[in-house]
C-alpha cells in the first residue's frame, strides 16, 4: 500500500520486508520516493491474484517466487484504474524470516 498522507508507513513497510541490495535500495531512495508519492497525491493498494516458487536452492537458503498482482492505483483526481503486474522476487532466508533481496517485473 501506498499511500501519499502517511509516505514513512510505505517505506518502513517494505523495509521490513527486504533484505541485501533490495533493502540498501529501497534505504538510498526513500527520501525521493517519499517526495514522489506526496507530490503525486497517489494511492495505491495491491493485491497478490497468486504465487509459485520457480526454485529453491539445495540448502533452502534462498528461492526465486513469481508472483502476480492486481494494483489498484487512485490519484487524487479522477478515476481509480486497476494494473495487472507480474513480478520475479529472489527471496533469501535471513534470521528473521524470509524476505526479499531482488525484485524485477516480468516483461513479456
Known sequence: TLDY???????????EVATGDLYRSLVAGRADY?????????????????AAVQ???DDDRSAVVLVGLDVTVTPAQGQASVE?????LT???????WKASA??????
Request: charged share 20%.
Open 34 to 50: 517519499e517526495q514522489l508519492v506526496t507530490t503525486g497525491k497517489v494511492i495505491s493498494t495491491a493485491t497478490a491474484t497468486g
Open 84 to 88: 495487472h503486474e507480474r513480478l520475479v
Open 55 to 57: 526454485s529453491l536452492t
Open 103 to 108: 525484485m524485477q517485473p516480468v516483461t513479456s
Open 5 to 15: 498522507r502517511q509516505p514513512k508507513a510505505a517505506s518502513a513497510a517494505w523495509k
Open 91 to 97: 527471496m533469501r532466508h535471513t534470521r528473521d524470516g
